[in-house]
Structure formats: C-alpha cells, structure tokens
C-alpha cells in the first residue's frame, strides 16, 4: 500500500509528484514537499491517491486541495 501524491500550479501544469510514499496504519500522513521552489503569488491544487495492488482506492476531491501561495513583502 501507499500514495500518489502530485502538485500542479494554476495552469494545470505538473509541478511535483511521488508515487512511492509509503502507506501509514495512522490517519494522518504527513509528506515533506520535495519539489521546486512555489511561485509567489501562484495558485496550486494538491491531489492524493490511495494505492493498493497498483490501482487507486481513494482519492480527494477535485474542488479541495486548492492552495495560494502569498506573494512576497518588499
């Protein structure tokens, strides 16, 4: 068992992916974000799938996971 985890920016564009996090027997999961550096000011979604034997048996909704990523303060 484990996740797919993958981040895309607002253009819909694959900005970072793992599909080998291992699978937890708690609820909660936490993965340290491993990709390249977010644009400021950028809007991204987050999305999760749950494996097992290869194929997905869970994963979020498309409407969550949307996130923004505050521009920087001069």
Same mark, same amino acid.
């Given at each position: 068992?484990? %996740?797919?985890?993958?981040?895309?920016?607002? %253009?819909?564009?694959?900005?970072?992916? @793992? @599909?080998?996090?291992?699978?937890?027997?708690s609820?909660?999961?936490?993965?340290?974000?491993?990709?390249?550096?977010?644009?400021?000011?950028? %809007? %991204?979604?987050?999305?999760?799938?749950?494996?097992?034997?290869?194929?997905?048996?869970?994963?979020?909704? @498309?409407?969550?996971?949307?996130?923004?990523?505050?521009?920087?303060?001069?």
């Amino acid at each position: 068992d484990n %996740y797919h985890i993958v981040v895309y920016n607002a %253009y819909g564009e694959l900005v970072w992916e @793992d @599909d080998a996090v291992p699978g937890v027997s708690s609820g909660d999961v936490v993965v340290p974000y491993a990709g390249p550096e977010l644009v400021p000011g950028m %809007y %991204y979604q987050f999305r999760a799938w749950s494996m097992r034997n290869g194929g997905a048996i869970s994963t979020t909704e @498309d409407l969550l996971g949307v996130f923004y990523t505050e521009p920087l303060v001069q």
